[in-house]
């Protein structure tokens, strides 16, 4: 597989990734004669590489257009917070409007979609993705950051 594009052959894991996300069921205990007792949990929406064009085609994109693609959504994001926000107030201030903690929400998300598309043209997997999230967590929690 070429490393400098998305390609076809993404599609199907890329999709299968796409599943389980939201609450699901985890069976805790059988319960005799039938049955299960089951637990319902929240798995987070996790971000979906955008790899389909308007028309639901796949897309071959270039490494050097998704960083771009990463960088214009990035400063989108920081141009708003810096826009909205008092800059030297402390980071936990209320003042920013219910309509402009939306909005940043988005342009988080957006952010957040374009680095995982470009991610997952490099080979590196939700799995992947997972794994490092989970020990950047537990290195902060170590750090007593979270």
């Given at each position: 597989?070429?490393?400098?594009?998305?390609?076809?052959?993404?599609?199907?894991?890329?999709e299968a990734?796409?599943?389980?996300?939201?609450?699901?069921?985890?069976?805790?205990?059988?319960?005799?004669?039938?049955?299960?007792?089951?637990?319902?949990?929240?798995?987070?929406?996790?971000?979906?590489?955008?790899?389909?064009?308007?028309?639901?085609?796949?897309?071959?994109?270039?490494?050097?257009?998704?960083?771009?693609?990463?960088?214009?959504?990035?400063?989108?994001?920081?141009?708003?917070?810096?826009?909205?926000?008092?800059?030297?107030?402390?980071?936990?201030?209320?003042?920013?409007?219910?309509?402009?903690?939306?909005?940043?929400?988005?342009?988080?998300?957006?952010?957040?979609?374009?680095?995982?598309?470009?991610?997952?043209?490099?080979?590196?997997?939700?799995?992947?993705?997972?794994?490092?999230?989970?020990?950047?967590?537990?290195?902060?929690?170590?750090?007593g950051r979270?």
């Open positions: 597989m070429n490393r400098d594009m998305i390609t076809k052959e993404l599609v199907d894991k890329i990734d796409a599943h389980g996300c939201g609450y699901r069921d985890i069976p805790i205990m059988e319960i005799p004669g039938g049955g299960m007792i089951s637990k319902r949990v929240y798995e987070p929406t996790r971000p979906l590489p955008c790899i389909r064009d308007e028309h639901g085609e796949i897309r071959e994109q270039s490494i050097k257009a998704l960083l771009g693609k990463a960088q214009e959504e990035f400063i989108e994001l920081v141009s708003e917070i810096a826009y909205v926000a008092d800059v030297g107030a402390p980071a936990n201030d209320a003042s920013i409007d219910k309509a402009h903690k939306h909005y940043i929400a988005e342009e988080a998300a957006d952010t957040i979609t374009a680095i995982t598309t470009m991610l997952e043209a490099l080979g590196i997997d939700a799995e992947m993705r997972d794994e490092a999230q989970r020990r950047v967590n537990s290195r902060n929690r170590a750090r979270l």
